[in-house]
């Protein structure tokens, strides 16, 4: 059963190296507190630092501001980052909750 479990480690590790997939993949909802020019750079939704690349896919309806609710898909990074790789966000609608 150990040899087993050290296996199955190692084929995990290796796939995951091999792949390049996020081995620490996450979801974050919540608001938008600061967001750069540009929106490329630091983020700030709900008190959690996120890190936006030119690779993040962004879909947004209207425009990007501070109270806007998103919901974000990506990883934490070795250093603790929360990096997005793609952030949603709708039009909020009278009387609706986000998410």
Known sequence: MRRFGLALVGVVCLTLWWTGFPALAAD????????????????????????VTPAT????????????????KGYYAPDGRFVATEIKAKK????KKHW
């Open 92 to 95: 909020a609608k009278k009387g």
């Open 28 to 51: 974050l909802s919540g608001r938008v507190e600061a967001v750069p020019p540009g929106g490329v750079g630091p983020w700030v939704v709900s008190g959690v630092p996120v890190e």
């Open 57 to 72: 896919k962004i879909k947004l309806k209207g425009p990007l501001a501070p109270g806007r609710a998103v919901r974000l």
